[in-house]
């Protein structure tokens, strides 16, 4: 039933299954999983701890654990509920350190509470190849945007945009090539710009 999305239908069997065998690894942790898939992330949290217990090593309930965390940190961010985020976000880089989905979170958490500088840092320690630099070069122009810094915006679009390659995924060029026409924009460079998106029109 979990992996048909019925979820609804089962989380109450998996709840009978974890009252009938409090000890039963497999079912704790697909009930976890089915809490949290429900939005239910609290409570997923309870039950993978009490997997946890049972298989402390278990690389399932672990996996589990970490998006499961990640989920829930999300969720509270989302709410404006920050120190809660970032407690949780914390916690799961103690269990998994340098987890790159983790500090991707952590550094989205940081440009909601504003803390630019600090998202800045954790993009830049995330960019270890070609399509992550990009990626990085693309978040930092929208974040010094976010801070009307228009000028400083140019120079990581420009970077970006030219370490674009025929390679690199044909979604994240896009983006790419549209922030590097703001940024343009932004700067006033209106002719580089519509040079640009004529290019872009006829591709």
């Keep these: 039933m979990l992996w048909d999305k019925n979820y609804k239908t089962a989380v109450n069997h998996y709840k009978n299954l974890v009252a009938a065998n409090p000890e039963n690894f497999?079912?704790?942790?697909?009930?976890?999983?089915?809490?949290?898939?429900?939005?239910?992330?609290?409570?997923?949290?309870?039950?993978?701890?009490?997997?946890?217990?049972?298989?402390?090593?278990?690389?399932?309930?672990?996996?589990?654990?970490?998006?499961?965390?990640?989920?829930?940190?999300?969720?509270?961010?989302?709410?404006?509920?920050?120190?809660?985020?970032?407690?949780?976000?914390?916690?799961?880089?103690?269990?998994?350190?340098?987890?790159?989905?983790?500090?991707?979170?952590?550094?989205?958490?940081?440009?909601?509470?504003?803390?630019?500088?600090?998202?800045?840092?954790?993009?830049?320690?995330?960019?270890?190849?070609?399509?992550?630099?990009?990626?990085m070069y693309h978040k930092m122009t929208w974040l010094y945007h976010l801070r009307r810094k228009h000028k400083k915006a140019e120079k990581p679009s420009v970077l970006g945009f030219g370490m674009i390659q025929a390679d690199i995924d044909s979604v994240l060029q896009k983006e790419m090539k549209e922030m590097h026409i703001r940024a343009l924009i932004w700067n006033g460079s209106y002719k580089k710009a519509a040079t640009l998106l004529s290019k872009e029109t006829d591709t």
């Design 26 to 135: 497999a079912c704790i942790l697909d009930y976890a999983n089915t809490l949290t898939n429900l939005k239910r992330h609290r409570e997923a949290l309870e039950y993978i701890e009490m997997a946890s217990r049972i298989k402390p090593e278990d690389t399932n309930a672990k996996t589990s654990k970490k998006y499961i965390q990640l989920a829930y940190a999300d969720t509270k961010a989302k709410k404006g509920e920050f120190d809660e985020a970032q407690k949780t976000l914390t916690n799961n880089l103690v269990l998994f350190p340098n987890d790159r989905e983790t500090l991707k979170a952590k550094a989205n958490y940081y440009e909601r509470v504003k803390k630019y500088k600090k998202a800045e840092e954790l993009l830049k320690n995330l960019a270890t190849s070609t399509s992550d630099s990009i990626k």
